[in-house]
């Protein structure tokens, strides 16, 4: 009589609870506002900044125009993503390579959020601006990017748990 470890079948990935789902959510509406803020930059809607300040700043008409709509949809598409973690129609091949990317992703993020702020706060970036109520559409418009960080810290954590609670466990045969 041996004793031989043989892995149990695998079991499925648990659906995702509903706050995680919300989570992943939020997260794409939250980068809309600004990708609607560059996006009126970029066709010429006043956000603020005179056009002196697009030419010489932003290249705004030019190349700017082409950098600015392109970051604004792989902001969109980026938001996107953590769909992927509570989608329950989708299923990743590499479900732990998916863990490690969105883990990645949350520390880029928080990382990001730091350095959004610190931008916010220095002096050329306050002083670009023409007027005081553009500055607020501006800061209205960005305020919801500082909420992704922590909603996708808990969408992450939230796949993670359950990826564990999925891992097939080994038996005594």
Do not use: K, N
Request: with cysteine; charged share 15%.
């Amino acid at each position: 009589m041996s004793i031989a470890t043989v892995p149990a079948p695998a079991s499925v990935l648990a659906p995702a609870p509903r706050w995680a789902r919300r989570c992943a959510h939020a997260i794409a509406l939250c980068a809309v506002p600004s990708g609607l803020w560059r996006v009126a930059m970029a066709f010429g809607v006043y956000v603020g900044y005179s056009d002196q300040v697009l030419r010489e700043e932003f290249a705004i008409p030019g190349w700017g125009i082409a950098y600015v709509l392109g970051l604004s949809l792989l902001t969109e598409v980026a938001a996107l993503l953590p769909l992927l973690l509570v989608s329950e129609r989708r299923r990743v091949r590499h479900p732990r390579a998916l863990a490690a990317l969105a883990w990645s992703a949350s520390a880029a993020l928080v990382l990001g959020a730091i350095w959004q702020l610190v931008v916010a706060c220095t002096v050329q970036s306050q002083t670009l601006m023409t007027s005081e109520t553009a500055e607020a559409v501006w800061a209205v418009a960005f305020a919801p990017l500082f909420a992704i960080p922590v909603l996708m810290t808990a969408v992450t954590w939230s796949y993670a748990l359950r990826l564990r609670a999925a891992e097939p466990r080994y038996r005594v045969a």
